[in-house]
């Protein structure tokens, strides 16, 4: 036996503790809560919309906030969050309406429940964890599964057939414009070669094809900034932006923008937290022409993010921005966005 005394294993600092990214069953948190309702404010007796219900982590709290004589009316695309969301919802009791519904369809879900405006409105353009993790749906590249990514699978094309009909220019405009992903063309290119001979199916190809094509590129050398992992990689942006497309999520959320000033109250609040950068485009551009033109009187300066200590405990919510505007109480008669 040596004299030497063992070696002492050393200790990973803090911020680069393994976190667990996948979630139990039933677990799922909601980002940027404190913020979201401390921006709607909502109180007993008011009618709020969730217009993306997920497995209800914001409706809860809403409902809570709004009960016993207030109405949460809440929507969703994916069929599969409905029933566990409803479920959750009755447990705590109060007033609610779940209607199986994409932006397009609100107002004629609002006139369903006999409501014009509401009080205060909340969009979650991101997916739920339990979305991400279910390697069925084809959303993660970690979990290898069919390439499908549509929200609501009971309609629309897949991820697959996008991928196996679009032309290299389109699919190229898709991974430039959607993910900011600047090898986009030779992506593209690589996988129209592919699909000659064998069709992309699964997410584990897609993702074998990417890190071959187009590895993360790490610099090194004399004045090369200190070696880190980039924070979004090839594989993550092309995934993302494919799913955007499958799901059309852009020409959503600039139809929701566009009904907000009819379905808020006079006084009433909207609140939208988005997770990429089109999507706050859209939102921040929205938001301040309606103050220009008088229909908010108030808009946030800067897209408020998640706390360190959000962040560490829920990474997904690194990438979150909320953006708050509220309807003036008096708006022209004229103004519309």
Known sequence: MSDEEPKKKKRRPFWRKRVRRSTTGGEHKPVLLAEVLDALKPQPGQTVIDCTLGFAGHSLELLKCISPDGL??????????????REKLEAEGGLFAVHHSNFAGLIGVLA???????????????????????????????????????????????????????????????FSELGDEPRAELIAAAIVEQRKTTPIERTKELRELIERVAPVQVLRGPGAPPERKQL??????????????????????????????????????????????????????????????????????????????????????????????????????????
């Open 72 to 85: 949460l009316i809440a929507t969703d695309l994916d069929p599969a969050n409905i029933e566990p969301a």
């Open 232 to 337: 979004l990689g090839p594989t993550t942006r092309v995934f993302q932006s494919l799913r955007i497309l499958v799901n059309r999520e852009l020409a959503s959320l600039t139809h929701l923008l566009r009904m907000l000033p009819t379905i808020l109250k006079p006084g009433a609040t909207a609140a939208i937290i988005s997770f990429h950068s089109g999507e706050d485009r859209l939102v921040k551009v929205a938001f301040r022409e309606g103050f220009r033109a008088g229909i908010y009187d108030s808009v946030s300066a800067d897209a408020v993010r998640p706390t360190f200590d959000e962040r560490r405990a829920n990474p997904r919510s690194r990438s979150a921005k909320l953006r708050v505007a509220r309807k003036s109480a008096k708006p022209p008669a004229s103004a519309s966005l």
């Open 112 to 174: 369903m429940e006999g409501v014009t405006q509401v009080d205060g409105l909340l969009a979650d353009l991101g997916m739920s964890s339990m979305q991400v993790d279910d390697r069925r749906r084809g959303f993660s590249f970690m979990r290898d599964g069919p390439l499908d990514m549509r929200m609501d699978p009971t309609r629309g094309r897949t991820a697959a057939q996008l991928l196996n009909t679009l032309p290299a220019e389109e699919l190229a405009a898709c």
